[in-house]
């Protein structure tokens, strides 16, 4: 079977644009794929997978902190 070919040539600007009109899970799959293409060599082990995972289900249902609130309860907790 040919492979076909499909080259574009499109500007990294209107690429830029492509993007930030992506959906959050359309995103997240397009790092998925820089990801793989940027660190080809770097295999996870199945329990950093899992906890990669995970920690992306979360930060998705909101179950997070940030950083200014970290610092916040630890400098609460130190007193």
Do not use: C, H
Request: aromatic letters at 8%; glycine letters at 2%; hydrophobic letters at 40%.
């Amino acid at each position: 079977m040919a492979e076909n070919i499909v080259k574009v040539d499109i500007s990294f600007q209107s690429l830029l644009e492509a993007i930030s009109s992506l959906e959050i899970a359309e995103k997240q799959k397009l790092w998925e794929l820089l990801e793989a293409e940027l660190f080809p060599d770097e295999e996870d082990s199945p329990e950093d997978i899992a906890e990669i995972e995970a920690a992306r289900a979360d930060y998705k249902a909101g179950d997070y902190i940030t950083f200014d609130e970290y610092t916040t309860q630890r400098a609460r907790k130190s007193l």
